[in-house]
């Protein structure tokens, strides 16, 4: 295995067709397709899946690319360093529930390394596809939350997985309303008061069950439910129809505006928000500037 086969099969998935790839790297298709071949031989693997249709990222090619573009991140800052090499594009890639200092902290990432290049993901995403994503690496950082309610499934899903959680931060769980809501004005709201309005939360696609639930307290029943993929959507939908989410309490001004507030929930509950990564995987120096970023959040909103 060699560095130049890597870079080959890189460059083959981001382009998704060998002819492609082959103008981009300058080379011969049959070379490339050999080149992939002798690779898949020695790994024992199927890197690419040969269809009618083209070429698919197997699973196992999927996990194999995570690590490939990690090692040829690596030797790049190697050759940037000791041969002054033109700096190539880095790759980094984040998986979260909806949570905007996550956002914040992604921002700050990208303003602390001001490249010319860079090829960077943010996912705000179902929280089944958050561990599946780090498990496979196509996400270095998840960031998710568990209670006394899911807690004992995530984890152990999260240990099967060879992941770790790290936490964030503990929160009282809090109601997020327009602040035009008519119940703005209390300085905490019972779940009774909430009765009569729509609840809003986001949809988790095949994992539907309470244990992925973004929300906590999924389970109680609820006459009026409307369920969102995306934060925007949610947030005109709580101005629009006086609907409410529950969450950390965590909000901010400066991504969501002033229509927006937080008010304390009156439930004996807690939620755990905290980071998940690859168990024996040294951070890339983006995901060591997220993880300072998150803290930093996390720490100015606590205060």
Do not use: W
């Not at 807690?270 to 995987?281: P, R, S």
């Amino acid at each position: 295995m060699t560095l130049l086969q890597l870079k080959y099969v890189v460059t083959v998935a981001e382009k998704g067709t060998i002819s492609d790839a082959a103008k981009e790297l300058f080379i011969s298709q049959p070379s490339l397709t050999n080149a992939i071949k002798e690779l898949e031989n020695e790994m024992q693997i199927t890197i690419f899946n040969r269809t009618n249709k083209g070429i698919v990222v197997s699973n196992i090619g999927d996990e194999f690319l995570a690590y490939a573009r990690q090692v040829l991140e690596q030797a790049n800052l190697l050759e940037e360093k000791f041969l002054n090499a033109k700096k190539q594009s880095p790759i980094f890639s984040v998986s979260t529930q909806h949570y905007s200092f996550a956002v914040n902290a992604f921002v700050d990432v990208i303003r602390e390394f001001e490249g010319d290049r860079y090829d960077f993901t943010l996912r705000e995403t179902q929280t089944y596809e958050i561990i599946e994503d780090v498990t496979r690496l196509k996400s270095e950082v998840g960031i998710l939350y568990t209670s006394s309610k899911n807690e004992e499934v995530i984890r152990k899903l999260i240990k099967q997985n060879g992941l770790v959680f790290a936490k964030l931060f503990v929160a009282k769980p809090h109601v997020f309303i327009s602040s035009k809501h008519p119940l703005a004005n209390r300085e905490a709201i019972s779940l009774e008061e909430l009765e009569e309005y729509p609840y809003l939360s986001f949809e988790q696609g095949d994992y539907n069950s309470f244990y992925f639930s973004e929300e906590i307290l999924s389970t109680l029943d609820r006459n009026k439910n409307i369920k969102v993929r995306d934060r925007a959507t949610l947030f005109n939908l709580a101005i629009g129809l006086n609907g409410y989410t529950v969450s950390t309490g965590v909000i901010s001004k400066e991504l969501n505006g002033e229509n927006i507030i937080a008010r304390p929930l009156l439930v004996d509950e807690y939620m755990c928000v905290g980071t998940i990564t690859q168990k024996n995987m040294t951070l890339s120096r983006y995901g060591k500037a997220y993880m300072d970023a998150l803290k930093g959040h996390v720490a100015e909103y606590m205060r």
